[in-house]
Each structure stands twice: as structure tokens, then as C-alpha cells.
């Protein structure tokens, strides 16, 4: 298994930081990409799309605060997003302080994505974003617009969303998904789910795993309701974003992104035949549409 190449220091947690391909010199630049995990991943989670992205980039991701050879620490106030963003731009510092890196992220990194380009310090280190994630003021507008119009079509939808993302939900609550983790409910859990939803990902758990999971249990009670009950409208980021929307995925289907074009000026989106685990399920196909989209930046300014 790849051990980390090394470690960057924030806020007194120590972030395990993995990279493939070639780092940029001044004689031999090249882009960095920062890939983001979610939950309850690792860096590790990204290997196949790292390395089907190294010979064009130089590739990084990093244990999230919490996870992996990063710092054990727990605690709601720990993963708070102004944290989390902090670690992200101490990650891009160490590894690409003189230029912008281009971004990507999956579930919660995905979701902690839109933040990060929502401010001003976001679009100075961030040169693109590609998120398999709504923000969660997206989702809080779907569900709101369908509130406020309960026809039978939308209450359907409402209701369908909120069914999607009850797991995420359950995660907020005290006690019982320290309960479901320490009992290996949860891992197995997962194991199903990514069975019937994405047959094509090999299911791999981690040694602490359920501990992890335990620890990032504090990302949903600081973030999800907070964000999606009441949410607020950001200006349009002058990032680049591309979503690219899976077809199957089982918590985030395509629907709930159609707020998601109004968070950039310069926005895209493509479908990829997958679930909410494409990096493991197509991880050639991932990586084609993030090189294109880079590509396509480059191209035209």
C-alpha cells in the first residue's frame, strides 16, 4: 500500500500528503491536480485515477484531518468548513505555492469543493474544479423550491431526495452511528450498497476504517443541516467548474444538481455510466473527462 510522501502541518494536525508523476521544475512546469476525498475514504481512495492522470499531471491527494496517517482528531468543531478549507490551501501551499492547482473532488470533498471556490482565497489558488457533488445550498434549494410548490410531482421528488440522503442524515444524530460503526454495521453497509449500486468498484476496506469513519462523523454534524436547511446564495464563483453527474448514483442523482450551473460563470457538466463510486468503477473514464476539461480550459483561456 502507498505510504505518504509527506506531511504539511495545520492547525496543530499533521495532513498525510500522497503524490504521483512528475513534480514541476522551473525548467519542466506542468499542472497539479489536488484530488478530495469523501466519506469515509482515504487518500488511497484516488490511486487509479492518480495514476491515470500522472503522465499528463502532477498529481496529489491527501488524507483528510482524521482519516488515514493523518492526525486521530475528533470533535464537531474540528471539521467545521472555515477548518477544512484550511487544509486544503495548506496542501496546495506545500505543493504548488507559485501557481493555482486544479481541484477535484468526490462526495465531501466535492461538497467542501463549492466553499473552497466561493471565496476570494479559493479562486486565487484554485485554477479549475471538478466535483462529483452538489454544494450543499444546492441540495437545500432543490428541497426548498419542491417545499414551497407541493405538487404531487415535486412532494414525489421532495420526499424521494430526502429518503436518498437519509443515511447522510442519520449521521448527524448522537450515539447511534458511533453505535453502527463499532459494530461493523456500518462497513457492511457500505459493502452492500456499493454491491448493488456499483459492481463494477471492489469494495476495499481499510485497516480502522470504522474509526475513521467514527472521527468524520464530526463533517456531517458541523456542515449538513446547517447548510442545507437554511441555505444561502453565493455569487457565481470565477472558478471553472465541470460536474460530472453518474448516472446511478443512489445519494446524488442527476436531478439534484440543477442548481449547480448557477455557482460558476464558467460551468460545464457531463454524465458518466456509473454510481457514486466512479473513481473505482471508471477510473479511466474519470480521468478522461478531468484531463479533457483541463485541457479545454487551457485552450481557451
Given at each position: 500500500m502507498k505510504i505518504a510522501d509527506f506531511f504539511v502541518k495545520s492547525?496543530?494536525?499533521d495532513i498525510a500528503v500522497y503524490t504521483w508523476g512528475q513534480k514541476p521544475t522551473a525548467e519542466h512546469p506542468r499542472p497539479v491536480v489536488v484530488l478530495a476525498h469523501g466519506f469515509p475514504d482515504r487518500a488511497i481512495f484516488w490511486e487509479k485515477v492518480a495514476q491515470a492522470l500522472q503522465d499528463?499531471?502532477?498529481v496529489v491527494a491527501y488524507d483528510m484531518r482524521g482519516c488515514g496517517a493523518?492526525?486521530?482528531i475528533r470533535?464537531?468543531?474540528h471539521y467545521r468548513y472555515d477548518v477544512l478549507l484550511k487544509d486544503l490551501y495548506t496542501v496546495i501551499d506545500a505543493v504548488s505555492p507559485e501557481q493555482p492547482v486544479h481541484l477535484v473532488g468526490h462526495d465531501w470533498g466535492g461538497l467542501y469543493g463549492w466553499a473552497?471556490?466561493?471565496?476570494p482565497e479559493g479562486v486565487r489558488r484554485i485554477a479549475s474544479f471538478v466535483t462529483q457533488s452538489p454544494s450543499l445550498e444546492q441540495i437545500g434549494f432543490y428541497l426548498q423550491r419542491r417545499m414551497l410548490r407541493?405538487?404531487?410531482r415535486n412532494l414525489l421528488q421532495l420526499f424521494g431526495q430526502l429518503i436518498r440522503n437519509s443515511?447522510?442524515?442519520s449521521f448527524t444524530l448522537p450515539l447511534l452511528p458511533?453505535?453502527?460503526?463499532?459494530?461493523?454495521?456500518?462497513?457492511?453497509l457500505f459493502r452492500v450498497v456499493m454491491k448493488r449500486y456499483e459492481p463494477l468498484a471492489v469494495f476495499q476496506k481499510n485497516e480502522g476504517m470504522e474509526e475513521d469513519a467514527i472521527r468524520y462523523l464530526g463533517i456531517y454534524r458541523a456542515n449538513l443541516l446547517q447548510r442545507t436547511l437554511l441555505p444561502k446564495r453565493q455569487p457565481p464563483s470565477q472558478v471553472p467548474v465541470h460536474v460530472l453527474m453518474s448516472k446511478n448514483d443512489p445519494f446524488l442523482p442527476p436531478a439534484v444538481f440543477e442548481d449547480s450551473a448557477n455557482g460558476a460563470n464558467r460551468y460545464s457538466e457531463s454524465l458518466i455510466d456509473a454510481a457514486h463510486w466512479a473513481p473505482l468503477s471508471q477510473p479511466q473514464a474519470f480521468a478522461h473527462a478531468v484531463t479533457s476539461f483541463i485541457s479545454n480550459i487551457k485552450n481557451n483561456g
Open positions: 492547525s496543530n494536525v499528463a499531471f502532477f493523518s492526525t486521530p470533535g464537531t468543531r473552497a471556490i466561493a471565496e407541493p405538487t404531487p443515511l447522510m442524515i458511533e453505535l453502527i460503526f463499532r459494530t461493523g454495521l456500518g462497513t457492511a
